[in-house]
C-alpha cells in the first residue's frame, strides 16, 4: 500500500547557518559576496525540501526571517511550496504563522545566541540584542523560534546550522534533528563541509522528519511569560528607553510580559519601530 498520510511543514529561513557562509557579506543584501548566500541558500533549501516532500498531497510554507525576508527565489519553487516574504510581524492574531495544522518547524541556516565562544556569526535576531531569557532561561534564535511554534501545539523537528547552532538546539531540544553543515572555528571562520557533503546529509534528516515528528513533543514554558532583553549600546537601545511599551530594569534591559511567548514578543516588535 502507498503512503498516502498528507504532512505539512513550516521551514524558517535563515542564511548564517548555510553551507559555505562565513561572512555577512554573504548574507546582507547588497553585501560583495551576496550571491554567494543566495546560491548556498538555493542549495541546502532545494536539499531539505527534496528530503520533506515525499507525498504528493506533502505542502511546505516557508518563512523568510532574514534580513528584509525577501531572499528565497520564487521561481525555483514548486507548486507544493509557498512562502512568506517580507517579514510581516508575529503577534497574536496570526500565532508566528504556525498553527496546529502544521505537523512540524525547520529551522533553515540558522546560528548559535549572542556571544556562544567560538561560535560563527551569533547573535539574536539583530546584532543590537546582546541576550535574551524567557522566566530566567537564556534562549537565542532556536530557542525562541521553538517556544512560538511550540504555543501552537508544533514541535520543533529540524535544525540546520554550524556545530555551535546545533549544540544549542540539541541542549534545549533532546530528540530535535540536527544537521551540521560546518566546524565553527570562530566568529569568521569555520571548517567548511561542500554540497557534495552537506546536501546529502540535508536531504536524509529532512526525509526522517515525519518520522521524528510523532515522537517529539512541542517545547512550551507554561505563562504568564517575563521576556527579558538586555542590548548593546546603539540606536536600538536608545529607541527602547523611555518607550510605553517597555519596563526598563537596568541601562540597557527590559522585561516584555505576555501571557504567552508570541504575545511577549509582538510587545518587543512594537516598542523598537
Known amino acids: 500500500m502507498g503512503r498516502c498520510i498528507f504532512v505539512k511543514w513550516m521551514i524558517r529561513v535563515d542564511m548564517e547557518g548555510l553551507t559555505g557562509i562565513v561572512s555577512m557579506e554573504q548574507v546582507i543584501p547588497g553585501g560583495s559576496e551576496y550571491h554567494v548566500g543566495l546560491q548556498m541558500l538555493g542549495h541546502d533549501l532545494q536539499a531539505v525540501l527534496d528530503g520533506l516532500l ?5 505542502e511546505v510554507w516557508l518563512y523568510d526571517i532574514h534580513f528584509f525576508g525577501r531572499n528565497v527565489d520564487l521561481s525555483r519553487l514548486e507548486s507544493r ?3 512568506i516574504c517580507g517579514k510581516p510581524d508575529y503577534n497574536k492574531s496570526n500565532g508566528a504563522f504556525v498553527d496546529a495544522s502544521f505537523d512540524g518547524v525547520i529551522l533553515l541556516g540558522l546560528h548559535a545566541k549572542s556571544e556562544t565562544p567560538g561560535a560563527l556569526l551569533h547573535h539574536n ?4 540584542i546582546r541576550s535574551m531569557k524567557v522566566n530566567g532561561l537564556s534562549v537565542g534564535e532556536i530557542g525562541l ?3 512560538m511554534a511550540g504555543e501552537s501545539g508544533v514541535p520543533l523537528v529540524l535544525v540546520t546550522a554550524d556545530s555551535e547552532g546545533c549544540k544549542e538546539a540539541e541542549a534545549l531540544l533532546p530528540g ?3 544537521v551540521c553543515v560546518k566546524q565553527s572555528l570562530g566568529n569568521a571562520s569555520a571548517l567548511c563541509y561542500p554540497p557534495a557533503i552537506t546536501g546529502p546529509k540535508l536531504r536524509a534528516a529532512a526525509k526522517s522528519c515525519a518520522s521524528v515528528a510523532a515522537q517529539l513533543k512541542p517545547y512550551v ?3 504568564p511569560i517575563e521576556l527579558e532583553m538586555a542590548f548593546y549600546d ?3 537601545l536608545q529607541r527602547l528607553r523611555g518607550n510605553e511599551f517597555t519596563d526598563q530594569t537596568a541601562s540597557d534591559t527590559f522585561i516584555f510580559t505576555g501571557s504567552n511567548v508570541v504575545d511577549a514578543w509582538e510587545k518587543y ?5
Open 81 to 83: 511550496v509557498k512562502a
Open 269 to 273: 516588535l512594537k516598542a523598537k519601530v
Open 221 to 223: 514554558i507554561e505563562g
Open 54 to 58: 515525499q507525498g504528493e498531497e506533502d
Open 145 to 147: 523560534e521553538a517556544l
Open 125 to 128: 535576531y539583530e546584532h543590537d
Open 234 to 236: 546603539g540606536p536600538l
Open 176 to 178: 530535535t534533528l540536527t
